[in-house]
């Protein structure tokens, strides 16, 4: 088996039953090839339905014909200092992480970014903490287009409405995949991954993978995990290595949850002390007193992180004001 091109990160040659949203993408972003400006995107749709993969593969095609393709992930670049810097380094233009200002930072992309025509992709756009680069980017002096994309029809509800009107925004709705799309897609995967496989247990992780919001990456974890059992008999995949694996409930969180700090595992353990469930002030006590090392506003930021991960949720204390209770979900 080549485990990699079973990896949800993994861009492939086509996207089938995407074909159309990546015309529409395409046919809004062209006019930065004739030094015009684009029409910016706004990219919704439930997860593992492709949005990434769209937008990577534009990139791959506008680099082909000459424009920058630059590709953000918000979650990991959240405030307008983080993805200024990211697009400098990106255009090979490194700044230092610490020390610049945002006015520096804004007047080094311009600087930097003359001549060019340039697509920007900010991916899980709900995760940016503010919207004022989203100003600055569309205000570029350039041939510009950006896309944004999430999970949240609604992403864009917060944001300034001089940001909105600047962006103007067209929006694409990815739908999810039947299960007949869903067994095309995986088909294509498993036949670069597997030497030999049966159809039928494609079919069935198509059929999982749609009971699942029609979750690719939920069918490809299928595929990898099913694989590896196939490959330790030296087996060819069948319908009994999928039905034996076990149920993966959610790959992102799953993939996420990888990458926490120690810190966010203090608050889940701090809630556990609490038999699951406590007001937050409880727990920014049992925090401290466990050993967590952040400050209230510090906890409070792993807190919602950690309700964006869906790890945890809160609900009102009727009658409490703001205070909030923090239950852990399973
Ligand atoms: N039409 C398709 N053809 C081939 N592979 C696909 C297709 N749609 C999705 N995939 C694959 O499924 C996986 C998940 O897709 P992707 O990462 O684009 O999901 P997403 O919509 O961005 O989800 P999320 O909102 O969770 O980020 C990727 O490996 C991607 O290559
Ligand atoms: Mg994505």
New binding site residues.
């Given amino acids: 088996m080549r485990e990699e091109y079973?990896?949800?990160?993994?861009?492939?040659e086509?996207?089938?039953?995407?074909e159309g949203e990546v015309g529409e993408v395409f046919e809004s972003l062209k006019p930065i090839l004739d030094n015009r400006r684009a029409t910016n995107l706004f990219i919704h749709?439930?997860?593992?339905?492709?949005?990434?993969?769209?937008?990577?593969f534009i990139i791959r095609s506008f680099r082909e014909e000459g424009a920058r393709g630059i590709y953000i992930n918000c979650w990991y670049q959240r405030t307008e200092v983080a993805v200024l810097t990211e697009i400098l380094r990106q255009l090979s233009y490194p700044v230092p992480r610490k020390g610049r200002s945002v006015d520096e930072l804004v007047d080094e992309f311009a600087q930097n970014v003359v001549g060019e025509k340039l697509i920007i992709i900010l991916?899980?756009v709900d995760a940016l903490t503010d919207d004022s680069v989203l100003y600055v980017l569309s205000r570029a002096n350039i041939p510009i287009g950006i896309v944004m994309?999430?999970?949240e029809e609604y992403a864009m509800r917060h944001f300034d409405s001089r940001v909105k009107s600047s962006l103007a925004p067209s929006i694409v709705t990815?739908g999810r995949?039947s299960v007949d799309?869903l067994f095309?897609?995986?088909k294509?995967?498993a036949k670069y991954s597997f030497k030999n496989f049966d159809e039928t247990a494609v079919k069935v992780a198509a059929r999982l993978a749609y009971k699942n919001n029609s979750?690719?990456?939920y069918?490809?974890n299928l595929l990898l995990k099913a694989g590896r059992i196939a490959g330790k008999t030296n087996s060819s995949l069948n319908i009994n290595h999928v039905r034996s694996v076990e149920v993966i409930q959610d790959p992102?969180k799953e993939k996420r949850e990888t990458e926490l700090e120690g810190e966010h595992k203090v608050v889940i353990e701090a809630l556990r002390a609490l038999k699951n469930s406590a007001s937050s002030v409880e727990v920014f006590a049992k925090y401290k007193e466990i050993g967590g090392k952040g400050a209230e506003r510090t906890f409070r930021k792993y807190v919602k992180e950690l309700i964006e991960l869906q790890m945890i949720k809160d609900e009102d204390i009727p009658g409490r004001g703001k205070r909030r209770r923090l239950i852990l979900r399973n």
């Avoid at 079973?6 to 492939?12: A, Q």
């Avoid at 086509?14 to 995407?18: A, T």
């Avoid at 439930?46 to 993969?53: C, R």
């Fill in positions: 079973l990896d949800p990160d993994f861009i492939p086509v996207l089938p039953h995407r749709g439930s997860a593992g339905i492709g949005k990434t993969a769209v937008a990577k991916d899980e994309i999430s999970n990815f995949y799309e095309d897609i995986l294509e995967r979750d690719v990456r069918g490809l992102k």
